[in-house]
């Protein structure tokens, strides 16, 4: 299957799975940035996509994408009418998410869409329809969901090991976002629909996906104080119920110095504990650990010796798992698999997303 990359910031990682995906070629690269264009290492002169540099093979960082193969493309529409590609991905900024997936659609070509599905409720659904009018295959980028460490707590939820759950709690500190993105559109509202629909959406599908539960309510409180260059929160607080029962709680920090996600999964039986950072040796804990990803898994008042651990490295940091994320929707493309995320997985955390901002302004 023939694949083509617009945009490439993250889209880079998406370039790298199709690079090493069994069911898709990496045919093209489009994007509007002539740096970006011209060396496959380009992205990486500016900073914040730094991390995705270690998903290459060094020798292709100085080549031209002409020199590997990968056709250049500065339009879209260009793109789109190449009878050859028949798989995109979509990976850039939030607001153009409908237009361009829409676009992607009425040419008949399969689609991996960067999350949020749009940044406007009504818009995500349109991409719905167009995906029943196309009958082409869609996966959105909810890369969480095949992270190893995720994917484990999931297994264990669905084990009964800890009984029906009743509680989820997610904590994640981050650093603000940076200023490379093309026209800064990250930092404005308008663009982005800011830091809850922005990047929240992520942490809203994992309380659904890990407790297998729909949202019944959402209450958030946040405040934008900290950061001057954003035009919107930069501390947020959502409290949920669950439709069959059952509470959840986010809290999400953009002040940070360094990447820490922890993630509780309370049951009737027991509680799934889970921390993931981005480099082994962290400065959040003196640099003591060498794990990646770690879940725990225990009972009350259980033995130590009796409670469960696993632990993985680089494969549960974020490039990994959207480079995994992109062999996974090549493989449903090609083989009409189920992708990991779907639309109607991105409608409902954009739209509880956009719930929880409402009490905020
Ligand atoms: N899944 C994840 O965890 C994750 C992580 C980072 C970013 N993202 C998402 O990926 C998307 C892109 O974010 P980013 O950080 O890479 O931003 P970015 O600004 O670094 O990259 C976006 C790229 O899109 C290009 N572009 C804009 N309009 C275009 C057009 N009409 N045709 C072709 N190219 C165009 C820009 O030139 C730019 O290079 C966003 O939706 C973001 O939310 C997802």
């Not at 740096?35 to 998903?55: I, P």
């Not at 991905?89 to 939030?94: E, G, L, N, Y």
């Not at 399969?110 to 009958?135: F, M, V």
């Not at 950072?277 to 962290?282: G, L």
Request: net charge negative.
């Amino acid at each position: 299957m023939k694949a083509a990359v617009v945009g490439l910031g993250i889209g880079m990682a998406h370039a790298a799975g199709y690079l090493e995906s069994p069911d898709a070629e990496l045919y093209a690269v489009c994007d509007l940035l002539p740096h970006r264009l011209q060396r496959v290492g380009g992205t990486f002169d500016s900073g914040s996509m730094l991390c995705l540099k270690q998903l290459f093979d060094e020798a292709l960082l100085t080549k031209t994408w002409q020199e590997i193969g990968v056709k250049i493309f500065t339009d879209i529409d260009l793109l789109l009418a190449d009878p050859e590609v028949e798989l995109v991905s979509i990976c850039t900024p939030d607001f153009l998410h409908a237009e361009h997936a829409e676009k992607v659609l009425k040419a008949g070509k399969h689609l991996l869409l960067e999350k949020p599905a749009d940044i406007d409720l009504d818009a995500a659904k349109r991409i719905r329809t167009a995906i029943q009018d196309s009958g082409c295959r869609f996966g959105l980028g909810y890369e969480f969901r095949v992270n190893p460490a995720i994917e484990k707590l999931r297994e264990l939820r669905i084990s009964g090991v800890i009984g029906e759950v009743r509680a989820i709690s997610l904590h994640h500190f981050r650093t603000p976002f940076k200023h490379d993105k093309w026209n800064n559109w990250i930092q404005q509202r308008v663009f982005s629909g800011g830091l809850i629909v922005e990047e929240t959406c992520h942490w809203i599908d994992l309380v659904r996906f890990l407790s297998g539960k729909e949202i019944d309510s959402i209450h958030c409180t946040a405040d934008s104080g900290i950061l001057p260059e954003t035009d919107f929160e930069d501390a947020v607080f959502i409290n949920g119920t669950y439709r069959e029962g059952g509470v959840f709680q986010i809290a999400h920090i953009l002040t940070g110095f360094d990447f820490d996600l922890k993630i509780a999964v309370h049951g009737s039986q027991g509680t799934l504990w889970c921390a993931l950072k981005d480099e082994p040796y962290s400065i959040l804990d003196n640099g003591e650990t060498s794990y990646c990803g770690l879940v725990v898994a225990g009972q009350p008042g259980m033995a130590r010796e009796k409670v469960q651990r696993w632990t993985w490295g680089l494969e549960a940091t974020e490039p990994w798992n959207i480079r995994e994320l992109v062999k996974r929707v090549a493989e449903s493309a090609a083989q009409g698999v189920e992708p990991p995320a779907g639309i109607q997985d991105g409608i409902e955390s954009l739209r509880w997303a956009i719930k929880a901002r409402e009490c905020t302004i």
